[in-house]
Every structure is written in C-alpha cells, then in structure tokens.
C-alpha cells in the first residue's frame, strides 16, 4: 500500500525558512519521480517542485532560487527546504507520486508565512 506522509509545516514569519518532508512507504521509492504542489485557500493546487528518479529537479517560476528538493533514497523521503518565504507561500503542502496509472497524494501540511 503507497503511503505518502508530510511533515514539517508551521507558522514562520515571512523571509524565514521551514524544510518540509515527505515520508513514502509501499513502493519501490528510488524508481519514481515524486512532486512537491501547494494549494491556497480559493486557488488550484500548483506544482512547486518535481524531482526525478535521476535526480533531475524543475521548480515553479515563483519558487526557484528560494526552494530545493532534494530526495534521499536510503529513507525513502523527499524534502523541500524554503528559505525566504513570503506571506504568498501559504498554502497547504502535498506531496504526490504517481505510480504506474495511479496517483498518490499525502494529507497535506500547513504552511503559513505571516509576521
């Protein structure tokens, strides 16, 4: 059964930092590109960052230079460390994977950037 769980949300003040993680379980971890999206309150779930099984990473327009993914394979686990958050990074955070016709979504984590 996959299993996709996030941690490391919270309330941060805008130009700080918070690194999320996205713990997987169910699935053979390193043959997969997992993803990294976010949705606002009365907006569309968004890609913020993708990473392949080769380590390749693409980023969201209006994250790059301030977010990184990254991805360790001996825990099964993806990070998205945020540095200079903005009140605009709100969101709750999902990570996703898609595994063979299936998509897999964890619950979320709450971001919230607010002096």
């Known amino acids: 059964q996959v299993q996709l769980v996030e941690s490391g949300g919270g309330l941060v003040q805008p130009g700080g930092s918070l690194r999320l993680s996205c713990a997987a379980s169910?699935?053979?971890?390193?043959?997969?590109?997992v993803n990294w999206y976010r949705q606002a309150p009365g907006k569309e779930r968004e890609l913020v960052a993708l990473?392949?099984?080769?380590?390749?990473?693409t980023y969201a327009d209006s994250v790059k230079c301030r977010f990184t993914i990254s991805r360790d394979n001996a825990v099964n686990t993806v990070y998205l460390q945020m540095n200079n958050l903005k009140p605009e990074d709100t969101a709750v955070y999902y990570c996703?994977?898609?595994?063979?016709?299936?998509?897999?979504w964890g619950q979320g984590t709450q971001v919230a950037v607010s002096a």
């Open positions: 996703h994977c898609r595994v063979g016709v299936n998509n897999y």
């Open positions: 169910g699935f053979t971890f390193n043959n997969f590109a």
């Open positions: 990473i392949s099984k080769f380590i390749t990473t």
